[in-house]
């Protein structure tokens, strides 16, 4: 028999209310926060108070993935991820997500306490992540994402096709449906257009049967937006907006920095969208 499903305990909340995913880089050159949680002790600091601020999940990072980013080895990774993730396991109430493309960063984070793999290449980059993911029960995020940029493109069309090749390794791998996130990949291999579009027709990504994830926390698309020129910290506005939108157009979770700012926002849309999440 096919493994039974682990996302709905593991977040008892998916699909009643809108779910807030606190981000946690422990990353030198994250865009928005790179050093400021480094080391270990910033880093469980930072992580306490974004479940205090009512993060549903928290999701560890410890390589950039942000525009002209250059790849660390998966050595690097792990020993930035793991001992923050050894440490938060047992004092967290909230599921733990490891934020990385490589299946053995996956293996040991899994085996260190984190429930979740999300994955910013739909386990296209490395397939081997999708056994691991199963061989742990963990769920996966798939995100789409592209090695070029092509403008001539529809892109809701491409993501249907990479998320079809996505679902087609994850249930070859064993991943059960419901254990299963799709992520337009706002930011990520696409024009500024192309992000808008992505955001403007999530609903064709959500007839597609799964929970959707949004992040567009800080990125300098929203910032183009703006009339003057903004660091990523000054973009909160914009998140805000962006996300409420995300989730009014069917998102059930969204990726972000600031968390006490957005599960107060998160709780109007729901009050408006999900009136039965009261």
Known sequence: MPPSPRLSDLLPGLGARTLVMGILNV????????????????????AE???AEGAAILDIGGESTRP??????????????LPVIRALAPRLSVPISIDTYKASTARLALEAGAHIVNDVWGLQREPDIAAVAAAHGAPVVIMHNRETIDPNIDIVADMRAFFERSLHIARRAGIPDGDIVLDPGVGFGKTW?????ALRRLPEIRALGFPVLVGVSRKSLLGRL??????????LHGSLAAHALAATLGADIV???DVAAHVDAMRVVDAVMRPEAR
Do not use: C, I, M, N
């Open 226 to 235: 703006h009339d003057r020129e903004t660091k990523p910290a000054d973009r």
């Open 193 to 197: 257009s192309q992000h808008l579009e």
């Open 49 to 51: 108070r974004l479940g």
């Open 68 to 81: 002209g980013h250059v790849p660390v080895p998966a050595e690097e990774e792990q020993s930035r991820v």
């Open 27 to 46: 990353t030198p050159d994250s865009f928005s926060d790179g050093g400021l949680f480094a080391g270990e002790a910033e880093a469980l600091s930072q």
């Open 255 to 257: 990726r972000v920095h």
